[in-house]
């Protein structure tokens, strides 16, 4: 496995139903992408066009209130046959944190949405972080590219 390999997988899984907007040159400001993985500095998002490795970005993710927005650089990206695959890192150690804690918010939202789509039921939000906290919460800080929520 080579550094780049690496790198992409020490990411956490992001559920890629929670869009996200990538603002760079060359790309319209509300692109909506859907986020990959997010790790302790970093995420992978699908975008259409390629982005060039060192191209400042800024990325909001609008499920939360106030949106999270924070200015990023892009480290890697590779394409496939559908689209781009890019990975970033946050500028600032302060904005790598908070991305974590929207991360959460982010699993806890998929989690609510997949047991309402499997189980039928509905949860509030609440009730589905109660749920995500005590099944997951334990596993997310160690949390590699292998283990999706």
Not at 3 to 21: G, T
Not at 109 to 137: F, K, N, P, T
Request: glycine share 8%; with cysteine; proline share 5%.
């Amino acid at each position: 496995m080579d550094s780049a390999e690496v790198l992409e997988r020490s990411f956490v899984r992001h559920p890629v139903d929670i869009p996200i907007e990538i603002e760079a040159d060359g790309l319209p400001p509300a692109a909506s992408r859907r986020v990959k993985d997010v790790g302790l500095g970093g995420l992978a998002c699908r975008s259409q066009r390629p982005l060039d490795v060192g191209a400042a970005v800024v990325l909001t993710i609008p499920l939360v209130t106030p949106p999270f927005r924070a200015a990023a650089l892009v480290v890697w990206c590779r394409g496939d046959d559908l689209d781009y695959e890019v990975g970033v890192r946050f500028r600032e150690a302060d904005a790598a944190f908070a991305a974590r804690m929207v991360e959460q918010v982010c699993q806890i939202e998929h989690y609510r949405r997949e047991v309402l789509r499997v189980e039928g039921r509905v949860l509030d939000a609440e009730s589905a972080a109660v749920e995500w906290i005590g099944r997951y919460a334990a596993e997310f800080s160690t949390m590699g590219s292998n283990g999706k929520r």
